[in-house]
């Protein structure tokens, strides 16, 4: 059987309402979202990375500050963002599309690895490990599925979040999620990029791990239960809730 191509789709803009212009804010030396690409590239089950931004000249920025790596750009609607994602994988004939945003350079590679081979060995519409802390998953899709959605999804938040429309149909879809074999007191880390406190602890994270290839959520852990007094930097700062939406996002 032919593997399915397997394009990974990182979205990434200079607009943001908490944390303005965060994708080029520097993480050992390098943009926040440049170090997010560089896990997408090393996804062994990744055939070719694509970043898909706003067609907007300030997003032009984000293209300048990658362009030694060897990835494609897709360029779509700004608040269309599950119009950007269909047409990004549409245009580079994407069986399999791993969704991952700009503001997670905790995206762990080994588990994005374990999701697309499970997505693939089940044949799912929708796969997603359970209990990663946030930030550190990938969403992988079908393009069966992105398209339906795409085409059928016509709610507000449909079109913001590229995937509720799948989740919301369980019984039209075939959605997968997978335990993760870590700790479950692990699961309320934030490893995202949303706030202040989140870049702080994410700088600090990456000064002592980065050494010149992304580095395993295990080593990650690892040094803050060796540093606990870093949990505490963005562990007031909650999540904001998607309106109108209940359906729980990886």
């Given at each position: 059987m032919t593997k399915p191509r397997v394009v990974a789709i990182v979205q990434a803009r200079m607009a943001s309402t908490?944390?303005?212009?965060?994708?080029?804010?520097?993480?050992?030396?390098?943009?926040?979202v440049y170090r997010v690409l560089e896990r997408a590239m090393s996804i062994p089950s990744v055939d070719c990375v694509v970043l898909a931004i706003p067609q907007k000249k300030e997003d032009e920025k984000i293209i300048?500050?990658?362009?030694?790596?060897?990835?494609?750009?897709?360029?779509?609607?700004?608040?269309?963002v599950l119009e950007r994602f269909y047409l990004a994988a549409e245009k580079f004939s994407a069986d399999i599309v791993v969704r991952i945003t700009a503001d997670n350079p905790f995206t762990d590679v080994e588990y994005g690895n374990e999701t697309v081979l499970c997505a693939i060995e089940n044949k799912s519409d929708l796969c997603a490990p359970l209990g990663l802390p946030l930030g550190c998953a990938v969403e992988v899709i079908s393009f069966a599925a992105l398209e339906i959605a795409h085409r059928l999804g016509h709610l507000p938040y449909h079109r913001e979040h590229v995937?509720?429309?799948?989740?919301?149909?369980?019984?039209?879809?075939?959605?997968?999620?997978?335990?993760?074999?870590?700790e479950p007191r692990y699961a309320s880390l934030r490893l995202t990029v949303d706030t202040?406190?989140?870049?702080?602890?994410?700088?600090?994270?990456?000064?002592?791990?980065?050494k010149g290839k992304p580095f395993p959520l295990q080593q990650t852990l690892s040094y803050l239960d060796a540093h606990?007094?870093?949990?505490?930097?963005?562990?007031?700062?909650?999540?904001?809730?998607?309106?109108?939406?209940?359906?729980?996002f990886t």
């Open positions: 908490r944390l303005s212009g965060k994708a080029l804010l520097p993480l050992a030396g390098k943009p926040i300048e500050a990658v362009t030694d790596l060897s990835i494609s750009i897709f360029q779509g609607s700004e608040e269309n995937s509720p429309y799948i989740k919301e149909r369980p019984e039209e879809f075939s959605i997968v999620r997978f335990p993760v074999a870590i202040e406190e989140d870049y702080r602890l994410a700088s600090l994270l990456y000064d002592a791990l980065y606990p007094e870093l949990i505490e930097i963005n562990k007031h700062v909650a999540q904001r809730p998607m309106t109108h939406y209940s359906g729980g």
